[in-house]
């Protein structure tokens, strides 16, 4: 039942549940690729606190509303503040008794809002009322732990027929993720510079 999941909850993540609407936050279902325009803009400023930039562009969860879409199989959900300005935006997937996380951002003026737990909440409602019984946070980071699910390993084993390939296959993911952090850098620096020209 819902009061089984909230139980399993972290005390301060099931209170951020419950102040939100208190607060004025309303959340919306979208499942048009409006919302794909406002997840993207909200995830390149979630990637510049860390300074980097998503690894994907914003036509990745587009096509994902206008091909999978039609099935059901794809859910977003807006959280709009108070003012009734979009903070915070979830993407998820779904099918059977099975549904995951997609992708989740939020404008980092807005963390104070705790916009997190909210939508976290409204994707799990809205699958669960699908017939769903398993909902993949993807990760097991301290964020996610909060919401009391159970932790799962999954193995992936690889093998190359040729041991320069692994070494290879790791220098290209070192690489990626230094490109993302030079590219978030030197952003951040002409946003840096923009400021200064107007003051």
Same mark, same amino acid.
């Given at each position: ?5 909230? !139980? ?18 309303? #959340? ?10 406002? $997840? ?34 794809? %859910? ?13 935006? #979830? ?7 099975? %549904?995951?996380?997609?992708?989740? !951002?939020? $404008? ?14 409204? !994707?799990?409602? $809205? ?60 952003? !951040?620096?002409? %946003? ?8």
């Amino acid at each position: 039942s819902e009061e089984e999941i909230l !139980a399993r909850m972290k005390s301060r993540t099931r209170t951020y549940i419950r102040r939100a609407d208190r607060s004025g936050l309303v #959340i919306e279902a979208e499942s048009s690729t409006d919302l794909t325009d406002e $997840y993207y803009e909200q995830l390149v400023d979630v990637f510049a606190s860390k300074g980097l930039v998503p690894t994907y562009g914003p036509e990745r969860a587009r096509r994902l509303f206008e091909i999978v879409g039609p099935s059901g199989q794809v %859910a977003g959900h807006r959280l709009r503040d108070a003012d009734g300005q979009s903070v915070a935006t #979830i993407i998820t997937v779904g099918r059977g008794q099975y %549904a995951a996380l997609w992708g989740l !951002a939020w $404008y980092r003026a807005a963390a104070k809002l705790h916009p997190v737990e909210p939508l976290q909440w409204a !994707a799990i409602r $809205y699958w669960r009322e699908r017939g769903a019984i398993s909902y993949d946070l993807d990760g097991i980071t301290l964020a996610k732990k909060k919401f009391g699910g159970e932790v799962r390993t999954e193995y992936h084993l690889t093998h190359s027929r040729h041991t320069l390939l692994d070494h290879g296959r790791a220098a290209v993911r070192s690489l990626f993720y230094l490109r993302q952090r030079v590219i978030g850098g030197l952003r !951040a620096r002409r %946003a840096a510079a923009s400021v200064g020209d107007l003051t």
